[in-house]
């Protein structure tokens, strides 16, 4: 019993860490789609060990996590919520985007490549996502790179008109490293 109440005071000194540091980085707001609300839902997901019921979060799994920190933190601008380093386990980072915790995890025993990951937002201007999005590209470190290095980091594509369901939409698609997407649809 004395070590179960031990190992249950160690858990809660870590989350308390782990929100204390969270709340020390700087969290700029630079998502067009973002609200106070769902920047809220996202801190909240970094908070609960574990939430009663609903979408927590999306975790995704690469073999290089320097790719998407570069990818979130200079072209989507989107908050660091969480930073973890597990010495010779994992890494992980936190991002909250357009109201969703998403998740970054390197395991550096068996590190794996991400596969295909394309997360979907609706927006009402497509066109002031992309000049944002473009924008913070534009502006960061990543624009000097020589292209076959900052292919494997972000590449963009913008399609005037696609069928998504059974509407019409304007998509403007921002494609990071190993195959994860994030697709921005405006529906006519």
């Known amino acids: 019993m004395r070590s179960f109440l031990s190992l249950i ?5 870590l989350i308390g860490v782990t929100i204390a540091l969270a709340k020390d ?3 700029v707001d630079h998502a067009p789609t973002r609200s106070a609300s769902r920047e809220q839902t996202c801190k909240a997901a970094t908070r609960a060990p574990a939430s009663p019921e ?6 995704v799994e690469t073999a290089d996590i320097t790719r998407y920190e570069q990818f979130f933190e200079l072209v989507l601008r989107a908050p660091v919520v969480q930073r973890m380093d597990h010495p010779q386990v994992d890494r992980l980072r936190g991002y909250c985007f357009g109201g969703v915790l998403i998740v970054i995890r390197q395991d550096l025993r068996t590190p794996r490549p991400t596969g295909w990951v394309q997360i979907n937002f609706t927006v009402p201007d497509v066109a002031a996502v992309q000049e944002e999005v473009e924008g913070s590209y534009r502006a960061s470190t990543l624009a000097q790179l020589a292209e076959e290095e900052r292919e494997k980091i972000v590449r963009f594509r913008f399609k005037p008109e696609v069928t998504r369901g ?13 195959g994860f997407m994030v697709g921005f649809d405006q529906y006519r």
């Open 166 to 178: 059974h509407r019409k939409a304007i998509r403007f698609e921002v494609t990071g490293p190993e």
């Open 9 to 13: 005071s160690t858990s809660a000194l």
């Open 54 to 59: 609903g979408f927590e979060s999306v975790q």
């Open 25 to 27: 980085v700087p969290q």
